[in-house]
């Protein structure tokens, strides 16, 4: 990505700084890494619909490498620049000499609390919009030390953000405030799916890749190797569905880990079922091996709004998913979802799964996918409030859901732009 990359610490430029032209908006997006994760993919969907209605994207990673995922490229292509930074001591002078370079209306930002860092750089340097985007549930434990840091970050978001967004309403209730209601900033933008990109074709038939047979079942889950996705559950509760007379393969579609693969393989191996575990690793074509599957099982413990629950429900393919909010939020408007507690016995998981698949047998793709596009999750409603946001003309924000016409709450103090 030679060239497109601005290099902040000797105050110059790339082929894309200086002034803009016409009436765009220019945005500063700031992430913590990039990786394959739901945030890029959902933000890298987004970005030809925000190029497209007149806005200039940006982006800034805080490691010291662009790292891999779909996000960075897609900036590029859209004429925007990626610029590494990583966070040590001399980030603060080279955030704000970025600062100048670029000019944006715009910092949006996707660190969680210690967004309220990078929105006071900001908002020091002048940038009239600064945009707060928390993207998880917060439930990780944290030792004093974390906890004092995570409450300075908190006050210094509360003094410096402009917009805070979250990807559902437990992501604001507890990565920001369980009273986030009562603050006008905040709102609900629930991650727009681009149901397009779900129709590339692959040259894949599952059944042939696996050796399953006709009347097996497939069992597909799609997400990164990291410990939070558990995906060491699938070879159990393949045990549990063979116990009920039921033959099943699991096959697992994203990013590898050695660890976590270890893993996997190892409670496939200990159940018996090394045969019928299948990791793919990352694809392109992940629509179209959701379409072959009879049902998704997605365990992970850690989730925000998950594509990995969406994509299939968006396709009509019934999906057991673990007790979360965000799980339950998309449970509430669209129906496929079966949900199982969080810390369920690999029976109950296999219960359910039989429960999802009679969902998939009986469910007409085309009117799935038409459901879904005339939903809250559509991706044209996601750049709509986007645009709103990054435009939007002097005055406090309303405080909804996307999606929800109820009147606004009354709200805190703000940091005067």
């Known amino acids: 990505m030679p060239g497109y990359v601005i290099d902040a610490e000797a105050g110059r430029g790339g082929p894309l700084t200086g002034p803009r032209t016409g009436h765009r908006c220019r945005v500063l997006r700031v992430v913590g890494e990039l990786n394959f994760g ?61 600062l100048r370079l670029l000019r944006p209306d715009v910092v949006h930002v996707d660190c969680a609390n210690f967004s309220g860092v990078i929105l006071c750089l900001a908002g020091l340097a002048g940038v009239p919009v600064r ?84 009347g097996d079942l497939l069992c597909l889950t799609v997400g990164r190797a990291s410990p939070e996705k558990r995906r060491w559950l699938l070879p159990p509760i393949l045990a549990a569905l063979r116990d009920r007379g039921v033959s099943a393969h699991a096959v697992l579609v994203g990013p590898r880990d050695d660890a976590d693969d270890a893993r996997v393989r190892g409670a496939a191996a200990a159940a018996g079922l090394a045969d019928r575990v299948h990791l793919l690793g990352p694809r392109d074509d992940v629509g179209a091996l959701l379409r072959q599957a009879d ?63 009679g969902h998939t047998a009986t469910t007409d793709p085309a009117a799935a996918a038409d459901r879904f596009a005339r939903s809250v999750f559509s991706i044209e409603e996601a750049t709509a409030t986007h645009v709103a946001i990054y435009r939007r003309p002097e005055g406090p924000p309303r405080n909804r859901v996307v999606g929800d016409r109820s009147r606004p709450r009354a709200g805190s103090e703000r940091w005067d732009r």
Do not use: K
């Open 38 to 98: 739901g945030t890029e993919a959902r933000t890298a969907e987004l970005l030809p619909r925000l190029v497209a209605a007149g806005t200039e994207v940006h982006l800034v990673t805080l490691a010291d490498r662009v790292g891999p995922g779909p996000l960075a490229g897609a900036i590029v292509r859209h004429g925007g620049s990626v610029s590494p930074l990583p966070l040590d001591v001399r980030f603060p002078a080279r955030f704000r000499r970025l």
């Open 295 to 357: 049902v998704v099982v997605h365990p992970s413990c850690l989730e925000g709004l998950p594509g990995g629950v969406l994509e299939p429900v968006a396709l009509g393919v019934g999906t057991v998913a673990a007790d979360l909010p965000g799980v339950r939020f998309i449970s509430e408007h669209l129906p496929g979802v079966t949900v199982v507690a969080t810390d369920a016995p690999p029976a109950a998981w296999a219960a359910a799964v039989l429960t999802a698949a």
């Open 131 to 214: 945009v707060a985007h928390f993207r998880g549930d917060d439930n990780q434990h944290r030792n004093r030390r974390q906890r004092v840091c995570r409450w300075i970050w908190g006050r210094l978001l509360r003094m410096s953000a402009t917009d805070i967004l979250g990807v559902s309403p437990s992501a604001l209730t507890c990565g920001y405030d369980p009273a986030w209601r009562d603050d006008p900033r905040c709102r609900v933008v629930l991650n727009g799916l681009d149901l397009d990109r779900l129709r590339t074709p692959t040259g894949d038939d599952l059944r042939a890749v696996t050796g399953a047979a006709p």
